[in-house]
């Protein structure tokens, strides 16, 4: 089952990011749209269809996070919302990374610690 991503940047938040990350380029949006939606969704990478692929975005994703660009992306990403807005991201990305933690395995035993 492939599902198309439902999350879209306003003009303001791309042309803040574009600002405030010097390596992002204009063709990256579609991507940067879709590792945000995966990574608040818990969905896998390949359940994302459409453009770009799963596949490409994982790939991309990866580069920022092994290049150490990913935190000044998604924290200029989260400067661009209002206060309660970027508190809601925050946990919403915390909460999908747990669940797909716990999908892979990887911790078990922090659910049975949970209420």
């Known amino acids: 089952m492939t ?3 439902s999350f879209k940047l306003n003009d303001e938040q ?7 990350c010097p390596k992002l380029e ?7 749209e879709a ?22 975005a994982q790939t991309r994703y990866h580069r920022w996070v092994d290049c150490g660009e990913w935190p000044q992306l998604l ?6 919302l ?4 970027a508190e809601q991201w ?3 990305l915390e909460r999908a990374a747990l669940l797909r933690r716990v999908r ?3 911790s078990k035993r922090l659910v049975l610690a949970l209420p």
């Open 75 to 80: 924290e200029s990403f989260l400067s661009t």
């Open 104 to 106: 892979t395995g990887r």
């Open 90 to 92: 925050r946990g919403r």
């Open 35 to 56: 590792v945000l939606w995966v990574l608040i969704s818990a969905l896998p990478w390949g359940d994302l269809d459409g453009s770009p692929t799963g596949r490409t």
């Open 14 to 20: 791309w042309d803040t990011l574009l600002l405030r």
């Open 26 to 32: 204009a063709r990256d949006r579609g991507v940067f």
């Open 3 to 5: 599902l198309e991503r």
């Open 82 to 85: 209002l206060p309660l807005e």
